[in-house]
């Protein structure tokens, strides 16, 4: 493989997996909610240019596997870069001046202590909710004869104008397995030996879940340059 800076300042992104919560705590003894997420190394398995595709972005591959669990065009895609065997893949947007090259490895210390993040990942499933836990719907009256209609949803629609149930109702239905993204997570703990990143706050899906942390959209310090 090719001899490439293992990390790139321009690139503020990252795929990872969830470990778990803790907490912190700081010198004066207050304690800090923080999700682990055991983030790179991953490696730039392809380079895509305004020239050619229109875009600039970079993919990254992450997590280690046997070559017999991808398919052979996955397998020519990762050997054209010089990459190991990855099973999941992303792209990131990035400059068409940033200096991230195929076959480059990125850590964690892109990161740095105090940094905003943004963490998308797939929530929890729940299976079949109604809308009281899907919604958030009060109910039913608890009293007064109501003897079944205390999660009940309550009238749905019209009657023969329109004579139908609007687009977009909400009722009751499967929740969550859906891509969720938490904005604006501060950095507290950036562990390069031990590849771990630890955010403030919970962040979408379940432990061993795959995450993808980039540089806050919304962070008004580092689009003003302070």
Request: hydrophobic share 35%; glycine share 16%; with cysteine.
């Amino acid at each position: 493989m090719a001899a490439f800076p293992k990390t790139s300042t321009m690139l503020k992104g990252i795929l990872g997996k969830k470990v778990g919560m803790t907490q912190i705590f700081d010198a004066e003894g207050r304690v800090t909610p923080v999700t682990l997420i055991e983030a790179g190394p991953c490696f730039v398995t392809q380079r895509k240019s305004f020239e050619k595709d229109g875009y600039s972005s970079v993919q990254l591959g992450f997590m280690e596997v046997a070559e017999k669990k991808l398919s052979k065009p996955e397998l020519g895609h990762l050997k054209r870069s010089k990459t190991p065997s990855l099973k999941h893949l992303r792209e990131f947007r990035i400059s068409e001046q940033d200096d991230v090259q195929e076959g480059q490895e990125i850590n964690v210390d892109v990161f740095n202590v105090g940094d905003l993040v943004d963490v998308s990942g797939v929530s929890k499933g729940k299976g079949f909710a109604g809308v009281v836990k899907r919604h958030g719907f009060a109910g039913g009256a608890k009293t007064h004869g109501a003897s079944d209609r205390h999660r009940a949803p309550g009238s749905v629609g019209a009657g023969t104008t329109p004579g139908r149930v609007f687009k977009g109702m909400r009722m009751g239905g499967r929740m969550g397995g859906k891509k969720v993204t938490t904005l604006n997570l501060e950095v507290v703990l950036v562990d390069s030996g031990r590849n771990l990143l630890a955010v403030k706050g919970a962040i979408p899906g379940g432990k061993n879940g795959l995450v993808v942390i980039r540089g806050a959209i919304k962070d008004k310090k580092a689009s003003e340059g302070v």
